[in-house]
């Protein structure tokens, strides 16, 4: 698919009604797909509610987000004044994931664009950050002061309690046989009105049920 070399933004609905995010889209992306793939259940990624809506009921979302994947990693940009967010709060990868190096410099473009907004980006490719922040130190910059970066821990039910570098959160899911004596503190509630995960003074320790879990309990609530 060709781009227009212009990032779309989505309005999110659910949990994230109210905030505006810039996706991309997993179903072109390899290292999604082979996540997705594993035969291993303790692999978050195996259940990967994006990957399922796209493939389905939000498969008219999927031109946007391709779009997305060419103009993020494919050329740097420096112009983001068409882009007009609604909140001063953004989400990165509420679907998707990073491609590149280019794509999460792109982020950080978009980021230093808006001082006035806190970007929050989910990404499991601990690679691509690093290299990345390598490269920025070699150059003597830095990560925008503005943009948060979550570490989206691969496994399930394995609650990481230590923040890797350079991240300053860590995402974790757990179902309901988890074992851990940490509570879930991502608890359903709007994004939006809890915004956790937007503010850098705020806990660095993130857990949710899985998406599967919550739809079980809420099953077994309107038993």
């Known amino acids: 698919m060709l781009s227009d070399m212009q990032i779309k933004k989505s309005k999110m609905s659910g949990k994230l009604f ?3 995010a810039v996706n991309s889209n997993p179903l072109s992306n390899p290292f999604c797909m082979k996540q997705y793939d594993k035969s291993d259940d303790t692999i978050i990624c195996t259940e990967c509610y994006s990957i399922d809506m796209l493939e389905t009921y939000r498969s008219n979302c999927v031109p946007n987000f391709e779009n997305n994947n060419v103009a993020l990693s494919t050329i740097i940009h420096t ?15 509420g679907h998707g994931e990073l491609l590149n190096q280019t794509h999460l410099h792109n982020i950080c473009n978009m980021a230093f664009a808006f001082p006035n907004h806190t970007f929050a980006l989910w990404s499991k490719r601990i690679d691509i950050v690093r290299k990345f922040k390598k490269w920025l130190d070699g150059k003597g910059y830095c990560f925008p002061s503005n943009l948060i970066l979550i570490y989206s821990n691969p496994k399930k039910n394995r609650v990481m309690t230590n923040v890797p570098t350079p991240f300053h959160k860590v995402f974790n899911n757990v179902d309901m046989t988890n074992q851990s004596t940490l ?3 991502c608890t359903g509630q709007k994004c939006n009105d809890c915004r956790l995960c937007y503010n850098f003074n705020s806990e660095n320790i993130i857990i949710e049920l899985t998406k599967n879990s919550q739809k079980e309990l809420n099953k077994k609530r309107v038993a």
Do not use: A
């Open 18 to 20: 109210g905030i505006d």
């Open 79 to 93: 112009d983001f004044s068409y882009l007009k967010f609604r909140n001063d709060i953004v989400r990165i990868n």
């Open 183 to 185: 509570k879930e503190n």
